[in-house]
């Protein structure tokens, strides 16, 4: 099958197939997934936590990203592969600029994901004008934990809830291509995903996005630390890692993951 591309998770969207993503970290991994059907793997800072053993994903650098992504790279077979902008990496449109111009030069990224709203708009104005594809992550930001002070869902009163819809809409018209909500209400993802015609790939946001992704590790049950409640356990009941995998595409395919028990709010 041909490579898996923006303009194929634009025509996934219109025609309603949920997107299936994952994080991951490494070729053997990149491998696997791409066997077992995953459209999109992303090479998230979460290996700050789950590879590296940091409470936090702000630890991490850009030379971690660019040296997960090539190995990704190496690994992904058709899968289009997303990588984070880490910690500050966008913190003036330049900076973001050369990062971007690493992670995929260097590592081989196909589309650049950065954190925030209405202070990375014109991040995200100059990358998609110079060529650069971007994916906006609103909703929970990660990276922001020291100021937000803990992970907490995000968008659940109305006036954070309409913040949530005016940065998506402004996203969209600076020129991101993707759009990642983590940790919102299902019916406010609901309300993006249908007002936006970029696909939304959730975390944490409900069953009515364009797409799902999980941690790896989260999804496999290999970590033993905090497992977030949306996260499901696919390796419960199997005996295989790639078969883990394929029931977790099956999942968000037929639409059976998030179910009521990983829908919070
Ligand atoms: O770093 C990460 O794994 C992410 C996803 C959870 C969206 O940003
Ligand atoms: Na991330």
Known sequence: AAPISLTTLTTMKEQREPIAALTCYDASFA????????DVVLVGDSLGMVLQGHATTVPVTLDHMVYHSACVARGRGRALLVADLPFLAAATPERALQAAGRLMQEGG??????????PVLETVRLLSDQGVPVCAHLGLQPQSVHRLGGYRFQGRDEASADAIRGDALALEQAGASLLVLECVPRTLAAEVRARLRIPVIGIGAGADCDGQVLVLHD????????????SRDFMTGGDSVIAAVRRYVQ?????TFPGPAETLY
């Open 31 to 38: 491998r696997l997934l791409a066997a077992a059907g995953v």
């Open 109 to 118: 990224a196909a589309v650049v994901k950065i954190e925030g709203g209405a």
């Open 219 to 230: 999804m496999l049950g290999i970590n033993l630390g905090h497992v977030p409640r949306f």
């Open 251 to 255: 999942a968000v395919k037929s639409g």
